[in-house]
């Protein structure tokens, strides 16, 4: 199961059309993404890094540049099992079997290029990375049904299955889903709808959740804030949900609350009761510069998020979607544009934790 960084990456790319990427290149993907922040985070120390504004342009530029690099090089790819080097078959059968899955694969494809070896099933079964132009295991991908999993492992659907029952949902699992790599080693296990949960194999604790709740359920401060934030975007007077969410974040839980139907969301942290993220579209407001950009939202994002964004600097444009407020030591702001010829507002997102 990815962490909670790498989830968000997940919510974005499913915006995306084409969800045809193995998950083998996705685990390629997030390690060039953890890389590229690893730069980042150094390049920080010298001057701000910007993320662009519109989150679907930036989820498509800066995901065709990773995609692009474990697509660059040549790909010499194996559709057949007995063209398959058996070493390799025996490594990852070796390494599933330590892991405690008892499971006989039947691998049929082996791809292989600069970056990582791969084998797995056709069917996604199974993926077994490995470092290049060895038979030393880099990541362990292993579906299968519950009842499949070893005697030792019912704690950890014990721990996934309380997850649930505290959002008041009684749920049997049929799948999970075994994914170990160098960074630790999680057992999650999924539900149609998104929903999800996430366990560390080694502490057996949840370390990542997404979790449906009836509105019922939810404190209704958080409606009442979600509909005052709404209210101060659009002017308009009266907001419902249809739908709330809670899962865990990098600060702490947020509660997402949207109607479906009409296009709204905002998104709020269920400590600290800040808002993150208020989506809506409005012609209330119309932006079509950089100076405007800080002029026009300064007393909105003032009211909304409670941020003083006297001093930000705006960066962006139609070019970009949206413009990114910045300011040294303060919460980056992204104005999602939604058309960019009106210069009207979609949305608006504060990275409180960046």
């Not at 010499?76 to 499971?103: F, M």
């Not at 019912?154 to 721990?159: A, E, L, P």
């Not at 993150?276 to 579209?281: C, G, M, P």
Request: glycine fraction near 4%; proline fraction near 3%.
């Amino acid at each position: 199961m990815p962490s909670r960084d790498e989830q968000r990456i997940w919510e974005d790319l499913r915006s995306f059309p084409d969800q045809k990427l193995s998950w083998e290149r996705k685990q390629v993907m997030l390690e060039n993404i953890r890389e590229e922040r690893r730069k980042i985070s150094k390049q920080q120390k010298r001057a701000k890094y910007v993320w662009v504004a519109n989150g679907l342009v930036a989820c498509a530029a800066v995901f065709f540049v990773i995609w692009m690099k474990p697509f660059s090089t040549p790909v010499e790819t194996s559709a057949s099992h007995a063209s398959i080097d058996p070493a390799y078959v025996e490594a990852a059968q070796k390494a599933i079997k330590s892991a405690g899955i008892n499971k006989e694969i039947l691998f049929d494809e082996f791809e292989k290029d600069g970056d990582y070896d791969i084998i797995r099933k056709a069917d996604r079964e199974a993926i077994v990375t490995f470092y290049p132009n060895t038979t030393k295991v880099r990541t362990i991908l292993v579906e299968c049904a519950v009842n499949e999993l070893p005697t030792s492992y019912q704690k950890y659907v014990d721990t996934a299955q309380k997850a649930f029952k505290e959002a008041n949902q009684q749920v049997v699992f049929q799948q999970a889903r075994f994914f170990k790599s160098d960074e630790g080693t999680d057992l999650s296990f999924y539900l149609e709808n998104q929903q999800y949960v996430s366990v560390d194999v080694n502490t057996n604790r949840v370390t990542d959740y997404s979790l449906d709740y009836k509105l019922d359920d939810v404190d209704k401060k958080y409606v009442y804030q979600a509909q005052k934030a709404l209210m101060l975007l659009t002017g308009k007077q009266s907001f419902s949900f249809s739908h709330a969410n809670k899962r865990s974040g990098k600060v702490e839980e947020v509660w997402t609350l949207k109607n479906e139907n009409e296009r709204y969301t905002v998104r709020i942290g269920a400590k600290s009761s800040r808002i993150y993220k208020v989506d809506h579209v409005t012609d209330r407001y119309k932006i079509n510069s950089k100076e405007e950009a800080i002029s026009v939202t300064k007393p909105l994002i003032a009211s909304i998020f409670g941020i003083d964004i006297a001093g930000y600097k705006a960066d962006g444009g139609k070019d970009w979607g949206g413009y990114v407020l910045t300011s040294e030591g303060k919460p980056v702001i992204r104005v999602i544009i939604h058309d960019l010829h009106i210069g009207d507002i979609s949305g608006i997102y504060v990275e409180w934790d960046e």
